[in-house]
């Protein structure tokens, strides 16, 4: 076709599907899921939380719930992010409940989203540094599967 047959043509032009499908999970703010592999993340979980204060933090944020499929030791991973920076892992077991858990909602590829809570990461006067340590406001999976 010509450029003015597709510059007036009635058909809408055709783009490409990226709709993810989204599992929201949600809990009574227990926060009771610490994830693995922060100590990896302090960077990111710095960045997100801003400057070390004394106190640390203690803020609410939104977390993905991104599975992962690599070639390797731990097919079942699933990484967590928050704002777009990754901040850890499930637990292999919590990941593995996750899956099932998506598979039973007929969502196998799904991303899941939930309520994290960021805690630490505080600064001494002389310099050290606390980690940063994440907990999801995650379901108790093992009971619905």
């Not at 597709?6 to 949600?26: C, Q, R």
């Not at 499930?90 to 805690?119: D, E, F």
């Amino acid at each position: 076709m010509g450029f003015f047959t597709n510059l007036f043509s009635l058909k809408a032009p055709e783009t490409p599907s990226d709709k993810k499908e989204i599992v929201i999970l949600m809990d009574t703010a227990k926060f009771e899921v610490e994830i693995t592999g922060e100590e990896n993340c302090q960077s990111g979980l710095e960045a997100i939380c801003g400057p070390r204060r004394p106190q640390g933090a203690n803020q609410t944020e939104t977390a993905l719930l991104l599975l992962e499929d690599k070639n390797g030791r731990d097919h079942n991973a699933v990484r967590v992010e928050i704002r777009g920076r990754q901040v850890g892992y499930l637990s292999p077991k919590a990941a593995i409940l996750y899956r099932q858990h998506l598979m039973t909602k007929g969502m196998p590829n799904a991303t899941g989203q939930c309520r994290a809570v960021i805690k630490g990461g505080w600064i001494s006067s002389d310099g050290r540094k606390g980690l940063y340590k994440v907990w999801l406001d995650f379901p108790d999976l093992s009971k619905r599967v």
